[in-house]
């Protein structure tokens, strides 16, 4: 339990002051059982806030709600009045802008009847409609801010805060002239108050392109969105609170909201021309006082001159990037240049307000009770952690997550259950759903179709949307082996081939009955062979040697013969590719033949083959080759001509004559 506890100022007179001043110096004394902050049948109160006085220039209290961990002087603010008073701003704290409260205006964030833009869940939402208490549309489930803005939007900071800004800065904000500084005709559905329009320019120029709140635009969008987020209207005023249920609640609510306006909550601006260095809000280091200075996010250097967002509440040694002024947990760019301040860090007002006090992620609102629930790494109040579907409250009970949301037992298996489909009921959480493309069946439904057997953990079967054990299934529909025509059970080996189907050890050879397994095989008239039976059986021979011909070959009266065993029966060379005759159905080279059985010349005495289509010429068991067949004596050609023999000569007509009278004279 924390402790609460009230801070005075120490006695003028007192040592423990460090500056010998009453305004520096505070003393705690515990209240927490004080009736004030706690109702008698109240045990434990959770709180972190505690009541101080802080002295005004009068040197008289002023009561007010304060974070003991956050104290400060009241002589800091002065500085930051003399500080940034030589920059021609007044800046929040002096001009009042928080503690200067005025009837907030009405907050509408998103209205009824607006439409959904979540596009990621593609939901047909009929337009807004508020759940009771939910921050969700009652029709399509989907957060509040994931709906389109309504004209709510003209509000400006200072209304959704609640808050009156100083004169000059009210003075420059109703100034509508197109070329004055802080005009909102600049283009922009919001600027800088107190920039020229060069000035403006260039303060956009740095942002990253969809933040720029350009009229019209995708950064419009995001900026009304980020005013709903980083603001929310119920961590701003009470009217907006619907889950402070006891006095003390409402008190706590209120000492938070006192404290933050007082001590953290502010408004920011922009310095157009840096005026001197600052220190680094973010590594701790105290840079040298010249030109230059380093951006407290990014720590990239900010020169003398540069345009430069600064925060009052965190002192005059402190500035960033236009687009560097992001909150430290969410890293949006802090809405309108509103933050708070924590420990050197700024936030935005949601995740400050959350660094204090746990936010319900159901309604949206912070928890000032004493109990609540947490659960899915989520704070919830006690009456708000409920079924995403009926409302029934989960606290204590079982539950069962659903994307990223819990639901009841019974509201779970209405809408989410899958139906039996052997008994048509829902299968609920307490049952095992056991499931098989696309179906779903009870532990106990999960039964053979014809047996009635339990197939949980047992092979099974399916045919015709039914489900079988494995003996029933091989009965009634296994295919069966075209060797054995016997059945595949479940588990065995199928070979299949053409249509037709074999057990493992069925799928053999049909000359060595050997199993194939998976080695080669080549198919013959229905039925299959090793390649040592096929080629056994089918293969081409030679006829010479009897071995299978593999290759190439040369076939010679319709038989098969290997390149190298097609040879001469004479000689024995080569007859492929070569000229050739045969004798007694044997192969011979031309040479061979020619010396074995051709006929011979009775003139040259060479063999008469005949191959080319040679001619010759024979006369009574006598042959000549035609250029043979000449007279012995003249050498004239007698084909074709008449001729006399004369012995083994052969000679024409005249020359004939000429030997016969010379023979007789």
Known sequence: MAMIATVHPYNRRSNNSSANSPSNGFKIEDVTDDPKYQEDDQEELE????????????????????????????????????????????PSLKSGTISDHRPMAHIIDVEVGQPCSNAVSSCKCFGFRPHQWRKVCVHCKCDRSEHEIGPNQVLSVYERLGIK?????????????GDVPGSVSHGYAWVPPGLTRTK??????????????????????????????????????????KHLKTPVERRIYDEFVNARNEIALDIGFVCPNLPKAMECQKCRGVLEKGDMAECQKCRGVLEKGDMAVTAPKLGENAGWHPACFICATCEQLLVDLTYCVREDKIYCERHYAELHKPRCSACDELIFSGEYTK???????????????????????????????????????????????ECNKPIGIDSK??????????EDCFLCNMCKI??????????????????????????????????????????EYKGKQWHDKCFCCAMCKVPIGTKSFIPKNEEVYCANCYEEKFATRCSKCKKVITTGGVTYKNEPWHRECFCCTNCNSSLSGQRFTSKDEKPYCANCYGELFAKRCNACLKPITGI??????????????????????????????????DAADILCPECAKARLMAAHS
């Open 47 to 90: 709180g972190a806030l505690v009541e101080y006085c802080r002295l005004d220039r009068e040197m008289k209290p002023k009561h007010a709600v304060y974070e003991a961990a956050s104290a400060r002087s009241i002589n800091n603010n002065d500085k930051l009045s003399n500080q940034f008073g030589r920059l021609g701003i007044v």
């Open 165 to 177: 800004p100083s004169p000059e800065m009210a003075a420059v904000m109703k100034n509508q002239r």
């Open 200 to 241: 403006v320019e260039e303060y956009m120029s740095q942002l990253p392109n969809h933040v720029i709140p350009r009229i019209n635009s995708l950064g419009e969008k995001y900026r009304e969105k980020q005013l709903m987020l980083q603001l929310p209207r119920q961590d701003l005023s009470v009217a907006y609170c």
């Open 375 to 421: 659960a899915m790494n989520k704070d919830w109040h006690s009456d708000h952690f409920c079924c995403w579907n009926c409302d029934t409250t989960l606290t204590g009970q079982r539950y069962i997550l659903r994307d990223d949301h819990p639901f009841c037992i019974k509201c779970y298996e209405d809408v989410f259950a899958n139906t039996c489909d």
């Open 433 to 442: 759903d056991l499931s098989y493309k696309e179906k779903h069946w009870h």
């Open 454 to 495: 339990s197939l949980v953990d047992k092979p099974f079967g399916s045919k015709n949307d039914r489900i079988f054990c494995s003996n029933c299934y091989d009965q009634a529909f296994a295919t069966r082996c075209d060797g054995c025509n016997e059945i595949f059970r479940a588990g065995m080996k199928k070979m």
């Open 612 to 645: 080319g289509g040679a001619k010759f010429i024979s006369f009574e068991d006598r042959h000549w080759h035609n250029d043979c067949f000449i007279c012995a004596q003249c050498t004239t050609s007698l084909v074709g001509k008449g001729f006399i023999t």
